[in-house]
């Protein structure tokens, strides 16, 4: 009996803790996860990117509007099955920003054209609330071939 | 969403860059572009004015020229050249004289307005409404705001904003264009929309400037309107 006592106590602590590190949801913040596609010249270091994306948005909105897009780059990978066509190297991924300044994160990938010495192009494919929606679009933007 | 019809009014694909058409329109099929106009320059294209395009790609791809003059007279003479034989004649301009010479002919389809280059001069509202009257479109070349940064782009994105002043003022037709010259610089549909508001147009004056202004161009929609006047 006390043992069992003793247990519900640690599994309420543990509750407790939990609940207490998680944000209450009216305070946590609205996402949206852009996926993205990418063709260029050669292939492209994920941290070469990221410095590039980063570059553009400061460029474009300043210091202020940087921090208000929250944006961070949550994955991006080579594309497998990229052959033919002078667009050789192709990667999809996904990135995160608030929900409100999409269109601005937007603006700023489409303004980049090169990273490091190398041409390149980006298209949005899709827009999702969810990691898991994004990496489906994404997953979509994988298998589909090249015509 | 009703579903637009996507047009790029001004591509440069060989001989003019390295670029082969078709690789161009696999990548601008692929963004959901309904077409592209490939505006090469007349230098490169003298003496191939007949010249079509191979069928395969005829119905995506238009043959358009796009024309660098440095006078007056020599604009004239250009335009009356290809007038007819091209489905499109875009022209660049530049000094005052020349973008005034431009828009008062109807026989040009879209002016290409210098944004914020050194010693050239812009559009006045005076010549803005020449556009509106003789219905010829005025450009708005987002590689210059892609390919510029900092306090160049600030001048360009300046300048844009005040074209697009008068041509609402004025209701001339604006044409947003990639303006490209390899697949790396095509973008989609929706990113030339997000670049467009980044000058100050609205969301759906930049769709109407992708998708129904450049279409009615192709298909000479006000000229033949006004050619039914003239008789």
């Not at chain 2, 692929?30 to 005829?58: C, F, H, W």
Request: net charge positive.
């Amino acid at each position: 009996m006390k043992m069992k006592r003793a247990k519900c106590k640690s599994q309420n602590k543990f509750c407790v803790l939990r609940f207490a590190l998680l944000l209450p949801p009216t305070l946590r913040e609205r996402r949206r996860y852009l996926a993205f596609e990418l063709i260029s010249e050669r292939e492209i270091d994920k941290r070469a990117l990221l410095k590039e994306i980063r570059d553009s948005i400061y460029l474009l909105y300043g210091d202020t509007g940087a921090s208000e897009s929250k944006m961070w780059l949550i994955g991006y990978g080579k594309k497998e099955d990229a052959e033919g066509g002078t667009d050789r190297c192709r990667g999809v991924g996904i990135l995160r920003c608030a929900h409100n300044k999409v269109e601005e994160v937007r603006a700023a990938l489409a303004c980049i054209h090169s990273a490091s010495g190398v041409r390149l192009g980006i298209r949005v494919i899709g827009i999702s609330g969810t990691i898991k929606g994004a990496s489906r679009l994404t997953a979509t933007a994988r298998k589909q071939k090249i015509n | 969403m009703p579903t637009f019809k996507f047009f790029d009014l001004n591509v440069h694909a060989y001989p003019e860059t390295e670029v082969p058409v078709e690789e161009l329109i696999r990548v601008a099929i692929r963004y959901g572009y309904a077409g592209i106009a490939i505006t090469n320059y007349d230098e490169v294209m003298k003496g191939k004015e007949g010249e079509q395009l191979p069928p395969s790609i005829a119905n995506f791809a238009f043959r358009g020229i796009e024309i660098r003059a440095k006078s007056v007279s020599e604009l004239k003479r250009r335009i009356r050249l290809y007038y007819g034989k091209v489905p499109l004649i875009v022209v660049r301009g530049g000094s005052k004289e020349l973008n005034e010479a431009t828009l008062k002919n109807p026989m040009v389809d879209v002016l290409a307005p210098p944004y914020g280059e050194h010693g050239k001069e812009g559009l006045t509202h005076v010549l803005v409404r020449y556009a509106a009257e003789n219905d010829v479109a005025i450009e708005f070349n987002l590689n210059a705001i892609i390919h510029s940064r900092r306090s160049d782009r600030a001048r360009i994105l300046g300048k844009m904003r005040e074209i697009l002043k008068f041509v609402r003022k004025y209701k001339a037709m604006p044409v947003i264009t990639s303006n490209a010259h390899s697949i790396y610089d095509l973008r989609a549909p929706r990113e030339m929309v997000a670049l467009a508001s980044l000058f100050g147009m609205r969301k759906e004056e930049a769709v109407h400037a992708l998708s129904d202004i450049p279409e009615g161009i192709l298909e000479k929609k006000w000229k033949k309107r006004r050619e039914v006047e003239i008789i």
